[in-house]
């Protein structure tokens, strides 16, 4: 058995959730006798390395090509195949973001490999994978198993927490340059005001229908602001236009797993709580002692939000001055 983990990163750093996917691997490993092994595609991907050998990362594949400064599914899928080939995993694990929801399906056509995508957790057993993958938008948690020469998986974010575990480490530099494809990413647009990335931030804050106007919508900025947060939004308040569709979580939109998840005027429907019960911790505020969101919340204000919201970021602000 043995497993490579692919690091996604963004803007010159890995990504929180792959971190966490490769120390749950090395754990996995370390049980099973095994080593883990690590791929990251950059356009300077050896910049990476350090970083992965605290996580633990035994052997790490670096793919450095300009291709990759952006997110293009071609390129991306064509070097994994190639390191997946040269590497020779019996697992291949990453975690399960908008980008390896482009790719992973595309591996497994072209592998033939068993596929569990979207997991809560897994671990080996003597011929493969068991997982359990929350379905219905996640009111049902299904015991998977896979099996064969290749398994792939993808893990939802929050699911592990990322640790670190030095090791020494085997860099192996892997010679790649792009076919030439069809597609080009000519630019990646971010919608107005995304200052913190909200798949990866460690505070969220999420605005629901009780958010009515702008006066509401300006609460919502400030307390992301002194606790340089991101924002989020349940569908209500997508669909009537005054949140992004960038921002929604839930069943059809993000998944997120920070440190601390604000639900503002927020009911707490399980399409929503599909996306952000991996929270650590969860502060509800709803006028409706009776809201759903109140069963999930670690902490639970009831009271008007355009009350609460003034005096907390104001309390807030005082702390961290
Ligand atoms: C197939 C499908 C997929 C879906 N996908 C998603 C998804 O990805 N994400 C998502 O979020 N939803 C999704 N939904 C919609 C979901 O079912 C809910 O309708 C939605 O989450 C409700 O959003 P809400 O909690 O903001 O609104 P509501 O349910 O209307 O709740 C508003 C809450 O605000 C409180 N409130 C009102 N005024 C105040 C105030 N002044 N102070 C304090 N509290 C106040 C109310 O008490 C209430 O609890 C999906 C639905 C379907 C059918």
Redesign the pocket.
């Known amino acids: 058995m043995s497993i490579l983990v692919y690091i996604s990163t963004t803007g010159g750093k890995i990504k929180r959730s792959a971190l966490e996917v490769l120390s749950h691997c090395r754990e996995q490993a370390a049980a099973n006798n095994s080593e883990v092994a690590a791929v990251v595609l950059d356009a300077d991907a050896t910049s990476f390395t350090e970083t992965l050998q605290s996580y633990g990362a035994k052997k790490i594949y670096t793919v450095s090509n300009p291709v990759f400064k952006t997110h293009l599914n071609a390129p991306i899928t064509e070097a994994l195949l190639k390191v997946i080939d040269q590497a020779k995993p019996s697992v291949f694990a990453c975690a399960s973001t908008e980008g390896t929801k482009d790719i992973i399906g595309a591996l497994a056509a072209k592998t033939g490999a068993a596929t569990l995508p979207d997991v809560a957790n897994f671990e080996l057993t003597s011929d493969g994978v068991s997982a359990l993958r929350p379905v219905m938008?996640a009111k049902i948690l299904s015991q998977n198993t896979a099996s064969g020469d290749l398994v792939l998986v993808s893990v939802r974010s929050g699911s592990y927490d990322a640790s670190q575990s030095p090791v020494v480490s085997e860099t192996i530099a892997v010679d790649y340059s792009p076919s030439d494809f069809a597609q080009v990413l000519r630019e990646v647009l971010s919608s107005a005001g995304d200052k913190v990335d909200l798949s990866e931030a460690n505070v969220v804050i999420a605005?629901?229908?009780?958010i009515?106007d702008e006066a509401g919508k300006k609460l919502i900025e400030d307390l992301a602001e002194s606790l340089g947060g991101a924002i989020g939004?349940?569908?209500?308040?997508v669909e009537n236009g005054m949140f992004p569709a960038t921002a929604?979580?839930?069943?059809?939109?993000k998944v997120v797993s920070p440190e601390l998840y604000f639900a503002?005027?927020?009911?707490?429907?399980?399409?929503?709580t599909?996306?952000m019960s991996n929270s650590k911790v969860i502060v509800a505020?709803?006028?409706?002692a009776d809201?759903p969101?109140f069963q999930m919340a670690s902490y639970g204000l009831v009271?008007?939000?355009?009350k609460?919201l003034p005096i907390l970021t104001e309390e807030i602000k005082k702390i961290r001055n």
């Open positions: 938008a605005a629901g229908r009780g009515k939004a349940s569908r209500a308040v929604q979580i839930g069943q059809t939109g503002i005027g927020i009911s707490g429907a399980v399409q929503h599909a996306g505020i709803n006028k409706d809201a969101i009271g008007d939000l355009y609460i």
